[in-house]
């Protein structure tokens, strides 16, 4: 069935370092979303890709969406406590309307 | 603008008991979705309403879970009788509307913790 999956599952960094989750799909994808979810709260939408090769920025944060639009990224270049979180994927694909997530990958920031 | 509206926040009964949880979306939007996510999981959608119409609910357990959105508005979520394995926190969602193209993203309300015991 349609599933999107994520990795890793957690992530431990030091605040400055790097991070980076990935998402796979086996079919095509018609879009792929990106949520953040802090601690305790709700997913808060950041982005949506749709094009293939697509590449956004925002701040600290780069997304991408593979030529075969089957996979996805989530960068984040040098780390903050405040990036502290779970971030999921969500993928659609053609001829529905459901958007299923993946299973999230947990960022833990040490200062 | 005003978010996503839910209640109740918490909610702790016994197991073969009933609940249900509301939801008010965000005005005008035309989509509303109900999640369940069980701790350390992803969303899992249990049913989508495009309006007063369900576009999937495919993954919602029909023998026990109902949903409603009579007047294309705000929308229940019930479950009768409730099982240890439904404790999770129920999250509803809207967007603005999901045949009308665009980046459809969805806003989440807080959410209805459950427990069952």
């Known amino acids: 069935g349609q599933q999107v999956m994520q990795i890793p599952q957690y992530q431990h960094v030091q605040e400055g370092e790097d991070f980076t989750t990935y998402c796979n799909s086996s079919?095509?994808?018609?879009?792929i979303q990106w949520y953040k979810q802090r601690p305790g709260g709700h997913p808060v939408f950041l982005i949506q890709?749709?094009?293939?090769?697509e590449v956004k920025k925002q701040k600290r944060l780069t997304f991408q969406f593979g030529e075969a639009k089957k996979n996805s990224s989530l960068h984040i270049t040098a780390t903050q406590t405040t990036d502290v979180g779970t971030y999921f994927c969500?993928?659609?694909?053609?001829?529905?309307?459901?958007?299923?997530f993946g299973a999230g990958t947990r960022l833990f920031v040490k200062a | 603008e005003a978010g996503v509206a839910q209640s109740p926040r918490y909610k702790i009964i016994e197991k073969r008991q009933s609940v249900a949880f509301w939801c008010n979306p965000i005005?005008?939007?035309?989509?509303l979705y109900w999640y369940q996510q069980i701790l350390g999981q992803g969303p899992k959608l249990l049913i989508q309403?495009?309006?007063?119409?369900?576009?999937?609910d495919s993954q919602l357990p029909k023998d026990r879970f109902s949903a409603e959105r009579l007047k294309g508005v705000d929308s229940t979520l019930k479950i009768q009788p409730a099982k240890l394995e439904d404790s999770a926190v129920y999250l509803c969602?809207?967007?603005?509307?999901?045949?009308?193209?665009?980046?459809?993203?969805?806003?989440f309300g807080p959410g209805t913790r459950l427990t069952v015991l």
């Open positions: 969500a993928g659609k694909w053609s001829g529905g309307f459901k958007t299923i």
């Open positions: 890709l749709v094009k293939s090769g």
């Open positions: 005005s005008g939007h035309a989509t």
């Open positions: 309403f495009q309006n007063n119409g369900v576009v999937d």
């Open positions: 969602a809207s967007s603005p509307n999901l045949l009308a193209g665009g980046p459809n993203e969805q806003f």
């Open positions: 079919t095509t994808l018609s879009n």
